[in-house]
Nanobody, 116 residues
Framework: QVQLVESGGGLVQPGGSLRLSCAASINIRGMKTMAWYRQAPGKQRDLVANINSGGTTNYADSVKGRLTISRHNAENTVYLQMNSLKPEDTAVYYC??????????WGQGTQVTVSS
């Protein structure tokens, strides 16, 4: 079973930056897609960004130009660099990994709070 451990969340002021990390227990070269999702209180879990094995990325419209996903296979780690953060970015951020067999794996989440 794949274990995903997120870190890097916290409290930041509007306009600030954070970098989230997702460390995987397996070689992520075996993962078709790595992604970050987020869930705000009372809302559904939504895709923030994903990256496939070839390095192609996809972003939610609300984060384009501010958040960047990267995949470091040698480290078995996926990062989410978050710049120009807004209060509406406040949520629990979850790491997700989908294998070539269709297995869907989730981390436990890390809280990001953007507030002055």
């Amino acid at each position: 079973q794949v274990q995903l451990v997120e870190s890097g969340g916290g409290l930041v002021q509007p306009g600030g930056s954070l970098r989230l990390s997702c460390a995987a227990s397996i070689n992520i070269r075996g993962m078709k897609t790595m992604a970050w999702y987020r869930q705000a209180p009372g809302k559904q879990r939504d895709l923030v960004a994903n990256i496939n094995s070839g390095g192609t990325t996809n972003y939610a419209d609300s984060v384009k130009g501010r958040l960047t996903i990267s995949r470091h296979n040698a480290e078995n780690t996926v990062y989410l660099q978050m710049n120009s953060l807004k209060p509406e970015d406040t949520a629990v951020y979850y790491c997700n990994a989908v294998s070539y067999f269709g297995n869907n794996n989730w981390g436990q989440g890390t809280q990001v709070t953007v507030s002055s």
